[in-house]
């Protein structure tokens, strides 16, 4: 093990050398994060909802000024259903709201359960999402208040309780960005490595490294180390801008996020060497890592899409792609804190993943050249 | 202590069952303190075998000891006492020549006080001193090697073994590092050199000459060469023009091994030493060469006359075919040709001669319109390359430095392709390509993807595909490097036989031996052309190519320095 240092001090000579590690480093996540800041906003202000009230009482409009009353509504009359329906499929509305007109009665009976009907355009799956929940969240909030006044108590009418944690302005950006992170490493860890072992094998100099005294864990854990450096450095770029530049708030502990997000980093490291290892020619390498790095890493992380939402046959599938652990726990020490109960578990696959790479790296490193 | 440093027998090396082997049945022993060379062509099994040496590779059978180990499972242990220099030279480009060998010299185990003195010793043996903040990207494809040698030698090896060293190399560097590496052995080095080169060849003590994964002699090369003493000649008083004496004499079904043109005449090589006084009055005896005896080994070359050329004629009637009119390349500050004037007459060879990086290349391309002169014209047929490339281009067969033919499509393929886009159609079309293989043997592999084929049916192919609209003039870039002497026969055979019909040629070459078939050659260096005639008058009485390439630069340096 006494030759990892003179080898770590030779990757660092290259990587410092190297513009092309430095645009990888810091230049790509930059543009990566911009993107998801300003370009991927899945905050939906003034979304055009149509509303129409069949049946018309002061309850009703409690519910319909509190719907008018948000800023990301647009909230536009109908006055009977057909024309909302076509409205909906023109595309003209997002969402519709429909108080049938039984609600007023039902409302006040103790005995039935009073019906709103909430439409949404589910070709944007996130809108519809958001105006689900949002719904929920105006509807809950106001049977608080008509019960608090009317003083009922006995089961609550209206079962679901979407409570919105962490983000309470809902800014979905705060969101994003957090989670991407994961995305824009799984991308850095796998593009920096990719090309670092097909490089020696390309340029010769693999053969020269193998007549050395140098032992196959010198060479891999050299390889760890500085690119682990290079990565984590990538990191801490990304969670700068984000906290300082886009004001996403960090309330978990930086030394848990610091290994949390190591652990994730060689994960990305061991997918990004084993591909390098496997390639023997830089191009392939590149393009393999992006296609099984980047593009799991956005769909199958859960983190733009809901897993719960997958398939069984994909949703099993991510439990494979480590970005999946990984967003979930830098979420939660972002806009959460130190969750415990979904940190430790996240952290344990990440380890149980990372060990698993390095050791199926080193036992496709070979000592010799065939 | 044991003679013998390395003890192989009987090895066999196959990469893929039903697959020819890399090396088949080799049997023998590796002197100590002695440099030994590894000769053969591209694909011969020099590397395979190298590598095996070093446990890089596992044999399929027979047994290797080498230094009393076994380097397939004492590995490291063998590694502590041997260095290797690989192809390419094995260094990390964008690391100085310092932090490269800080490297090799921590992996190697040194100590700093060990470090100290071993740099101080190479760095001044091989001149390196000045360079050491140098990044080895930087660095002159003769430093390059040295530092590589260099890096080598740091773990004070008893064994080194060096993987064509002198490829992309200049000649000057050539010969010097042959001198560091004579002077390792003085201090019991042993050494193993693989080459690829036929010139080099008499340098060494013993040489191993591979060709096809057969070991087909060892033993001393100018033993050797000495055995065909009295059977080599040159013509003289002849005045018959070499390329058509040549073609009489391979017509002649003389007792003959092989016949080559040197400069004005041709070099023959009898089989048998008493023959001569029937011919006395043309043929003058001359010392034998390593190449001629490795004809010799391999069995004589073709004797054949190419076919090549029966269908071609060449309608073209102006006297200068090609032009080079001040040619002018820069790069930035940086000239990488200047000021190159040369003509090239109907039905001549010209050739382009120089080190690596001296502007052969910048000046070919320029030529054939692929790159646009600072200043300066390229003529094709009185047709300026700038003003009409594309008519000018229509004159020009064109064979690339590197195979550019396309790797997945079959031979065939390949051929109907070129066929195609030279404008050639139905039974003309046909004929044509019959034709091609015909000629170049290509029958047994028409359905094998180019990629796959062996060096010299590359060529062959590449060859084919070049000629195959009839081009007045013919352009060839580094054409037989790599490939074996035979096959290099065979084409020059196929190239004198058109120049014979009147095609004319230009071609690049760093093979010194090469040049010889040109009438006239013009010595790139530092981007100029120093000097410009047919390679009778660049040499002495005497000289090689070589050492006359080597003399005319000194020459030119010295005379630089002066002016500076």
């Known amino acids: 093990m006494k030759y990892v240092w003179p080898l770590v001090k030779k990757e660092t000579l290259q990587i410092i050398r190297d513009p092309s590690s430095i645009l990888i480093a810091f230049i790509l996540p930059l543009i990566l994060l911009l993107i998801f800041a300003y370009a991927v906003n899945l905050d939906n202000n003034k979304i055009r909802l149509g509303l129409l009230v069949e049946g018309y009482d002061h309850q009703a409009n409690d519910i319909i000024d509190s719907f008018k009353g948000t800023e990301y509504l647009e909230v536009i009359r109908y006055i009977n259903r057909s024309d909302l329906q076509t409205a909906l499929i023109r595309g003209d509305i997002k969402a519709a709201l429909i108080v049938p007109?039984?609600?007023?009665?039902?409302?006040?009976?103790?005995?039935?359960?009073?019906?709103?009907?909430?439409?949404?355009?589910?070709?944007?799956?996130?809108?519809a999402l958001f105006i689900s929940s949002y719904a929920q969240g105006v509807l809950s909030n106001w049977q608080r208040i008509f019960m608090q006044e009317q003083s009922i108590t006995g089961p609550t009418q209206i079962q679901i309780e979407p409570v919105i944690w962490f983000n309470p302005e809902l800014k979905s950006r705060n969101f994003i960005l957090p989670g991407s992170i994961a995305i824009i490493m799984t991308l850095v860890g796998m593009i920096l490595t990719a090309l670092v072992i097909s490089r020696e094998w390309e340029r010769g100099t693999m053969e020269s490294l193998l007549t050395t005294k140098i032992s196959k864990m010198d060479f891999i854990l050299s390889k760890y180390i500085a690119y682990y450096g290079l990565a984590l450095c990538s990191t801490l770029f990304c969670t700068v801008l984000c906290v300082f530049v886009f004001h996403v708030p960090f309330r978990g502990s930086f030394i848990v996020y610091l290994i949390v997000s190591s652990l994730f980093i060689a994960t990305a490291l061991g997918q990004g060497f084993i591909v390098s290892t496997l390639a023997k020619n830089q191009f392939l390498a590149a393009i393999t890592s992006a296609m099984l790095g980047f593009l799991p890493a956005v769909m199958l992380s859960g983190f733009l899409f809901e897993i719960s939402s997958m398939p069984t046959a994909i949703s099993w599938i991510t439990y494979f792609i480590p970005a999946r652990y990984f967003a979930p726990a830098i979420n939660n020490l972002f806009l959460g804190g130190n969750i415990w109960s979904i940190i430790l578990p996240q952290s344990f696959f990440l380890l149980i993943g990372a060990l698993l790479l390095f050791f199926i790296m080193y036992k496709i490193t070979k000592e010799r050249l065939e | 202590m044991i003679k013998s440093i390395a003890e192989i027998s009987h090895l066999t090396k196959v990469f893929s069952l039903g697959k020819k082997p890399a090396l088949d049945d080799i049997t023998f022993t590796l002197p100590r303190g002695k440099i030994s060379g590894l000769?053969?062509?591209?694909?011969?099994?020099?590397?395979?075998?190298?590598?095996?040496?070093?446990?890089?590779?596992s044999p399929s059978q027979g047994k290797i000891r080498v230094l009393d180990l076994d380097p397939v499972t004492e590995t490291k242990d063998l590694h502590q006492k041997t260095g290797y220099m690989p192809q390419k030279f094995g260094l990390y480009e964008d690391l100085t020549v310092l932090e490269n060998m800080n490297l090799y010299a921590d992996l190697n185990g040194l100590t700093e006080q060990e470090k100290r003195t071993s740099f101080k010793q190479l760095l001044a043996m091989t001149n390196l001193t000045p360079f050491t903040e140098r990044l080895a990207g930087n660095l002159s494809g003769g430093m390059k090697q040295k530092l590589g040698l260099v890096c080598s030698l740091l773990g004070h090896p008893d064994f080194l073994l060096l993987d064509e060293p002198s490829v992309g190399?200049?000649?000057?560097?050539?010969?010097?590092?042959?001198?560091?590496?004579?002077?390792?052995?003085?201090?019991?080095?042993?050494?193993?050199?693989?080459?690829?080169?036929?010139?080099?060849?008499?340098?060494?003590?013993?040489?191993?000459?591979?060709?096809?994964?057969k070991l087909l002699f060892q033993g001393n090369p100018k033993e050797l060469t000495?055995?065909?003493?009295?059977?080599?000649?040159?013509?003289?008083?002849?005045?018959?023009?070499?390329?058509?004496?040549?073609?009489?004499?391979?017509?002649?079904?003389?007792?003959?091994?092989?016949?080559?043109?040197?400069?004005?005449?041709?070099?023959?090589?009898?089989?048998?030493?008493?023959?001569?006084?029937?011919?006395?009055?043309?043929l003058k005896q001359t010392t034998p060469r390593f190449e001629d005896a490795v004809i010799k080994i391999l069995g004589g070359a073709p004797m054949h006359e190419s076919l090549v050329a029966q269908n071609i004629s060449v309608s073209e009637t102006a006297s200068v075919m090609i032009?080079?009119?001040?040619?002018?390349?820069?790069?930035?500050?940086?000239?990488?040709?200047?000021?190159?004037?040369?003509?090239?007459?109907?039905?001549?060879?010209?050739?382009?001669?120089?080190?690596?990086?001296?502007?052969?290349?910048?000046?070919?391309?320029?030529?054939?319109?692929?790159?646009?002169?600072?200043?300066?014209?390229a003529l094709i047929t009185g047709i300026d390359m700038n003003i009409d490339p594309t008519k000018a281009r229509s004159k020009l067969g064109y064979m690339a430095q590197k195979f550019s033919l396309f790797s997945p499509l079959s031979v065939l393929q390949n051929l109907r392709f070129f066929a195609g886009i030279y404008g050639l159609k139905g039974s003309d079309k046909k004929n044509r390509i019959d034709q091609m293989i015909d000629v170049f043997n290509l029958s047994r592999y028409l359905g094998t993807p180019s990629g796959t084929l062996p060096l010299g049916y590359k060529q062959r192919l590449a060859l084919a595909c070049a000629i195959m609209h009839n081009p007045p003039i013919l352009f060839l870039d580094e054409p037989t490097s790599g490939v074996d002497p035979l096959t290099r026969r065979e084409f020059w055979n196929h190239i004198n036989s058109m120049v014979e019909k009147g095609v004319t040629v230009m071609v690049t070459t760093h093979f010194m031996d090469e040049a010889e078939y040109c009438d006239r050659i013009a010595l790139i260096y530092q981007g100029n052309a120093i000097r410009i005639g047919s390679p009778s008058q660049l040499k002495k009485q005497g000289e090689t190519m070589e050492d006359a390439f080597i003399r005319l630069i000194c020459e030119y340096d010295q005379k630089h320095e002066v002016k500076k």
Not at chain 2, 186 to 212: H, P, R
Request: with cysteine.
């Open chain 1, 101 to 127: 007109n039984d609600f007023a009665k039902n409302i006040g009976d103790p005995n039935n359960t009073a019906h709103l009907q909430v439409l949404s355009d589910a070709s944007d799956p996130n809108i």
């Open chain 2, 169 to 213: 190399v200049d000649p000057i560097s050539r010969r010097e590092l042959m001198k560091l590496v004579r002077d390792l052995t003085k201090s019991g080095i042993t050494v193993l050199w693989s080459t690829s080169y036929l010139d080099e060849a008499e340098q060494f003590d013993q040489i191993l000459l591979l060709n096809d994964g």
């Open chain 2, 323 to 377: 032009e080079a009119d001040h040619l002018t390349k820069r790069y930035g500050s940086f000239t990488a040709a200047n000021d190159i004037t040369f003509q090239i007459k109907r039905g001549e060879i010209f050739g382009l001669l120089g080190p690596n990086g001296a502007g052969k290349s910048t000046s070919f391309k320029m030529m054939c319109g692929l790159s646009k002169p600072t200043s300066g014209n």
């Open chain 2, 226 to 282: 000495n055995s065909l003493d009295g059977s080599v000649f040159l013509t003289q008083n002849t005045h018959l023009n070499n390329r058509r004496l040549l073609r009489q004499i391979l017509k002649s079904q003389k007792p003959i091994i092989d016949a080559v043109i040197q400069g004005d005449s041709v070099r023959v090589v009898m089989t048998d030493k008493n023959l001569q006084r029937k011919y006395d009055t043309f």
């Open chain 2, 39 to 57: 000769i053969g062509p591209d694909g011969a099994g020099k590397t395979t075998l190298i590598r095996l040496l070093l446990g890089l590779l």
